[in-house]
């Protein structure tokens, strides 16, 4: 009588299914190289999940008491710039949380918190820098450092500020009541200074659909305050931190994970060299150490962990985490890139 195999799953030793049910192969993706080098376009650094604000879909689920994410102090940082300049960064993103805030800034023991502002300067001697920030209230207090950066570096520091929506009864119902006045204020100081801030909204959350509707409604809320802006657009947004508590709220199941195939990329028309993972690094402190991930999508999760230095985390990339589909393949895509609409 013959016996029957039993089906092997093929694992990757960090725990990744390798196979689907279907014997297809995992999809990856491979580190940019040029001239047989591996090169690094954008670095990201997450300067911790700390933040004023306790936004209900905040893929982070960052809060004023979440610290899973830990501050990144300017010595621990220093040598990962040094490295990025290395490989040849063509820019660096400093988020969060709210990248303004600290633990003494939080609660009303310091002005400024000196470790971003450090990291900051040496980071825009490096390349050009974007900061993603809420531009609530702890941004002003380091409005003087701002200034003087804007004199020095001009648009090579850039400022990038969510506005959920152009109506603020729609903001204020995700980020909380008064921050969209709050928000929309910060903007205006921040244009006087010479600023032309990046305003990122999330279709998800939009009423107004067409790419056209959307800048055309952002750009009047401004035009009218006489203030310059860019719009940029987020396509997907992550079932993860406080979001999937408002699906639960809401009775919602989050949708199930999808397994990219090395042929999705074709089938999708999302070439593996259009993804953050190809160019990319990001840096997340967790238990005391950083370390690097392939992209901010993907944070505090032991498969995707790349290395503690640049060069070790020039690795392949297996696509297997729930928000690769989610966020970076799912429909027209996203990407945390600023790409201005
Ligand atoms: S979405 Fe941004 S502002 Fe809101 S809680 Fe998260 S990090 Fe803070
Ligand atoms: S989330 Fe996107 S960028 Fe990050 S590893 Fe997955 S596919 Fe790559």
Not at 2 to 17: F, V, W
Not at 290 to 300: A, G, N, S
Not at 312 to 320: G, M, P
Request: hydrophobic fraction near 35%.
């Amino acid at each position: 009588m013959a016996t029957q195999t039993p089906t092997l799953i093929r694992q990757h030793p960090d725990g990744i299914e390798m196979v689907n049910a279907r014997g297809e192969e995992r999809g990856y993706v491979e580190p940019k190289r040029a001239n047989g080098q591996p090169v690094l376009e954008d670095l990201w650094v997450m300067q911790g999940s700390l933040c004023d604000l306790k936004c209900t879909h905040c893929y982070t689920a960052s809060s004023p008491t979440n610290n899973r994410l830990e501050q990144i102090t300017f010595a621990e940082l220093r040598p990962h710039l040094d490295e990025a300049a290395r490989f040849g960064v063509q820019k660096i993103y400093f988020t969060g949380g709210e990248v303004f805030v600290n633990e003494d800034v939080l609660r009303g023991r310091a002005q400024r918190n000196e470790e971003f502002v450090q990291s900051l300067r040496y980071a825009l001697e490096i390349a050009p820098v974007e900061i993603l920030t809420n531009a609530r209230h702890y941004i002003r207090n380091h409005f003087d450092v701002l200034r003087e950066l804007r004199q020095r570096h001009g648009d090579r520091l850039r400022l990038r500020i969510t506005l959920e929506s152009p109506q603020a009864e729609e903001h204020d119902a995700i980020r909380g009541k008064g921050t969209f006045a709050q928000t929309v204020e910060t903007i205006a100081q921040l244009s006087a200074m010479g600023f032309v801030p990046v305003i990122t909204a999330e279709r998800p959350f939009l009423t107004q659909q067409s790419d056209e509707d959307i800048r055309a409604v952002y750009q009047e809320l401004f035009r009218a305050k006489g203030i310059q802006v860019e719009v940029n657009l987020i396509e997907n947004v992550l079932e993860m931190g406080h979001q999937l508590v408002q699906l639960r709220k809401q009775g919602k199941q989050p949708t199930p994970e999808v397994f990219i195939t090395t042929n999705c990329f074709s089938l999708l028309n999302k070439p593996a060299e259009s993804l953050m993972c190809h160019y990319s690094r990001c840096l997340q402190k967790l238990e005391g150490a950083l370390r690097y991930y392939p992209c901010p999508v993907i944070y505090d999760d032991a498969r995707f962990e790349l290395g503690r230095t640049l060069e070790e985390s020039f690795r392949r990339v297996y696509i297997a985490h729930k928000n690769c589909y989610d966020y970076c393949l799912k429909g027209r895509g996203a990407t945390c890139r600023t790409r201005p609409l």
